[in-house]
């Protein structure tokens, strides 16, 4: 199952959060071909456009893009990366937490088990 990981771009006061969040995107178990990362930045910070160079630059296997939001808003990044994606199955986070390595393979999983065709 192809997933599309979307996720909104919250400040960063102290300039460190995205390097973990990215380290734990680089961590996950489900297969690296088999997602897509697409970050939103709706604060247009020079901070989360140097963050996601370097994590292109380290992890190129990963299919990842960052779009600038012309608003700070969650549910306007979240749309606009929503009509971005191509996966079969939608995540939306955040970048204020450091994903378990466990948990697209968790949604995966669970959507399996529990299709839904609405």
Do not use: C, W
């Not at 997602?35 to 996601?52: C, H, N, P, W, Y």
């Not at 292109?56 to 600038?68: C, D, E, G, K, V």
């Amino acid at each position: 199952m192809r997933v599309s990981l979307i996720v909104a771009s919250e400040p960063d006061s102290f300039n460190h959060k995205q390097r973990n969040f990215f380290a734990s995107i680089a961590a996950q178990t489900y297969p690296h071909y088999a997602f897509e990362l697409i970050l939103v930045d709706g604060q247009a910070k020079a901070s989360t456009s140097r963050a996601f160079a370097e994590f292109r630059r380290q992890y190129p296997a990963i299919s990842a893009s960052l779009l600038i939001s012309p608003s700070p808003a969650r549910a306007t990044q979240n749309n606009m990366a929503a009509a971005q994606a191509d996966g079969d199955l939608l995540i939306f986070l955040a970048d204020d937490f450091d994903p378990s390595p466990g948990l697209i393979a968790a949604y995966v999983e669970y959507h399996i088990l529990n299709p839904d065709l609405n």
